[in-house]
């Protein structure tokens, strides 16, 4: 009997975009203003590349690619604030 390997599928996998994109937003929160500022563009630019990939279903990781975006979204607003409170 011949196992027909076809029908076998890969296991889903996180893509890469969607880790490097968590990754960045976290670390948004744990440094300076300009620093934070480019980390959180760079979580909404990976998380947004994440969403795309996770659209196939062999990629896992759209949530956290979502995830990543709206902490993006944070981060930007907390690296503004941190830029006010330094010049203040």
């Known amino acids: 009997m011949t196992l027909n390997t ?7 996998h996180y893509s890469i975009p969607s880790i ?4 960045c ?10 620093l934070g ?5 760079l979580a909404i630019v990976f998380g947004a590349i ?3 990939l ?3 279903p062999s990629v896992r990781g ?3 690619s979502i995830f990543s ?3 993006g979204v944070i981060g930007i607003i907390a690296a503004v604030i941190k830029l006010f409170a330094h010049l203040v």
């Open 62 to 64: 759209g949530v956290m």
């Open 54 to 56: 996770a659209l196939s």
């Open 50 to 52: 994440g969403v795309l």
């Open 69 to 71: 975006v709206l902490a």
């Open 6 to 12: 076809s029908d076998r599928r890969a296991a889903p």
């Open 20 to 23: 490097l994109a968590i990754v």
């Open 37 to 41: 500022m480019l980390l959180a563009i």
């Open 25 to 34: 937003a976290i670390a948004s929160f744990f440094t300076g203003a300009g």
